[in-house]
């Protein structure tokens, strides 16, 4: 099995039918890029960029974020590198910057609202993330976006950014493209106005799930509500891929969802362009996507959403389809 893998490491990923999409990797430091290469990644759909904020008692600066970025997007050689800027807050502390305690820390002033509200911060993130974009393709993305007006705010500063970097005659990419994580169903359900202002979105399932099941993405107890395949879950990814489409725009996946054997001939039949995932799981995914049948697995995809629960479509995907191949 493994060698009918390790054979797909430099090949695109097609299915039966000739439907392409892109395989990428989830990273949380430069170095991971390297790997991920090796395990067969097509891009890096999300780089995390907190590592470069934990673990340490002061902000990194701007030299040493565009070195950070700058070494993902040359090890990528010229392949996507989406860049996720800082996602602090909610579990995710640092020992510098002391922050209110919250009730509700994952409802509370974390990513995007932080750094709206730090522009000092921001800015550093932005300008090593202008600089570094000459190196290679870099997207830029922006997390836990809830509303047009943050993604707004976040856009205004990128282009003031840009305008510094231009009056002091610092090169950057002109027309680097920029999305924006999925992952709280307001968002979700305002796609349609999103995708105007856009060029992609990455579904962050990990936080979506939990903002939609109102069930903690790390409580035991609750964890029967943390369900990929709800219906209610399936149906929020179908309309947030239509709604891109309708734009022109293409739809990526982040969140553990889109590695999982089960998910991918849904998430292939909803019209997924972009799975992003752990680098080990990459070949196991390609070999999946490769025997599946783009056609197909949209009439599976439709048929599973009208079922009434999680472990029915789950089953439903393991007899009709995975153990058929
Ligand atoms: C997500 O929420 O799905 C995601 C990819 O982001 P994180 O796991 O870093 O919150
Ligand atoms: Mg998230």
């Known amino acids: 099995k493994k060698e009918t893998w390790n054979r797909l490491v430099h090949e695109s990923t097609v299915t039966k039918d000739g439907k392409r999409v892109e395989l990428a990797a989830n990273i949380g430091n430069p170095q991971e890029a390297a790997q991920a290469l090796a ?10 960029t907190e590592f ?14 565009f070195e950070a970025y700058k070494a993902a997007a040359q090890a990528m050689g010229g392949r996507p590198v989406v860049i996720r800027t800082l996602d602090i807050g909610g579990d995710k502390e640092l020992s510098y910057l002391s922050l209110p305690k919250e009730l509700n820390p ?12 730090r522009p000092e911060l921001f800015r550093t993130q932005l300008r090593a993330l202008l600089r570094a974009s000459v190196y290679g393709n870099i997207k830029i993305m922006y997390p836990m976006i809830a509303t047009l007006g ?3 705010r976040a856009n205004r500063m990128l ?3 840009k305008e510094e970097l231009q009056r002091n005659q610092i090169p950057f990419q002109t027309d680097l493209k920029v999305g924006i994580m999925i992952e709280v169903p307001a968002a979700a ?13 990455s579904i962050g399932t990990n936080d979506l799930i939990q903002y939609m099941m109102a069930a903690d993405r790390m409580n035991e107890q609750v964890s029967y509500l943390y369900d990929p395949y709800h219906p209610a879950v399936l149906r929020m990814i179908r ?11 293409w739809v990526g996946m982040c969140g553990e969802m889109a590695g999982e054997e089960a998910a991918i001939p849904i998430l292939l039949g909803l019209g997924l362009d972009e799975f992003s995932m ?19 697995m949209r009439a599976v995809a439709e048929h599973v959403l009208s079922m009434e629960n999680g472990e029915e479509i789950r089953a439903y995907i393991k007899e009709q389809v995975l153990s058929k191949l």
């Open 39 to 48: 395990s067969g990644a097509e891009a890096v759909g999300l780089f995390r």
């Open 52 to 65: 470069l904020y934990m673990g340490r008692d002061q902000f990194p600066t701007e030299d040493e974020q």
């Open 106 to 117: 994952f409802l509370g002033y974390r990513a995007i609202r932080l750094c709206l509200d």
């Open 150 to 152: 943050e993604l707004r």
């Open 159 to 161: 282009e003031e950014a």
């Open 189 to 201: 359900m305002i796609a349609d106005q999103l995708a105007k202002e856009v060029d992609f979105f």
């Open 239 to 249: 309309q947030v891929i239509q709604a891109a489409h309708q734009e022109g725009k």
């Open 278 to 296: 752990s680098a080990v799981s990459i070949l196991r995914s390609r070999h999946l996507l490769k025997q599946l049948d783009h056609s197909e």
